[in-house]
């Protein structure tokens, strides 16, 4: 009879034998983040209730990152490996009777990798043309809006202007639901005096990215029209009314209130404006949240990628491509925090490619 071993125990136990100290880090992480989906997609805890359609729904759930711009499909098809090799040394340890991400039915399910055609990123002109949409929408709101329109096109704007400008994932900055440590950026980690945001990294490792002027002032302005109540509200928070409802009757049913005191109180003022008085934090908008939001931008100012919209993640890529095209590279990796220069270089192996071409057109003119 096999023993029934809890999944982050066996991980636990699985790392004790690499003996690499980098693949063990990049282990942790990634099995970590698949035990915690699979608990909150599955409810499953213990290694032998691992089925092959947990594993197909795995490989399907890093499809859609890949497909959302979150993910390299090169990425996601080593952290399925990961989670395959895992399961083997579960089998090998006689804690499940066969490896179910071997089967043909759950890895059918992963992308396909094409290198880094397909990934999106935001070129200059459509950079330039979001930044100026909602530089105009805040203006314009204004004159005329709702208080609740002026605080979420403030919020637009340095959402926006931060992805844009400052090189960070959108993984860093919202919140993640399969992740409790990803609980989105908080205003805690903003330094605008040291234009440095204090992120959640890659690397599960928190990490410092640079906070341009232009981005930094448009944090300061949103901060100023949503008044968190304190510094541990997140930059970020959802509009999402019954996601701030429900955080409410959580964070005051725990200090003692009725569920008639809480409703008489939400009677009485704006939910944000409860929030506020009573010292509520909100939840942070969902990575799922902030591409919605970036969806209805785009097609407010009519901004069209081949029929798509301007994904968060292609705003890291695009600054970057825009950096190492100038011939910037180390100040590449150092705004998009690459362990090293290869990386940079690997990341845009296509600009590299084309510098060559152009070299040696001109070593064969003049030959």
Known sequence: MREEAAIESTIERYLDGVE???SRKNYRSVLTEWAAWLRAEAGVTAVDAVTVMHCRRYAR???RLVRDGNLRASTANTYYAYVRAFLGFCVADELAATNPAKSARA???LPEDHGDRDRQFW??????AILTYVDRRTEEVQSDGSDREIRRAFRNRALVSLLALSGVRGGEVFAATADKRRVGLRWTDVNLDANAVRVFGKSREYEYAQLPERAGAALLDHRERCEPADASWPVFPTAHGPSLRRAVE???GERGWTDEEIDERCSELPLPAVLREERVTPPSLTTD???SVMKRLCADAEIDVRG????PHGARRGLGHELYANGHA???QSALRHASIETTHESYSDIRAAETAREVDRVLKRD
């Open 20 to 22: 690499a100290g980098n």
């Open 308 to 311: 798509e919209y301007l994904k």
């Open 107 to 109: 890895t059918d399910e």
């Open 61 to 63: 759930h890093l499809k």
């Open 123 to 128: 070129r200059r002109k459509q950079r330039d």
């Open 289 to 291: 949240g902030a591409r």
């Open 330 to 332: 180390e100040l590449a």
């Open 250 to 252: 959580t964070q005051l």
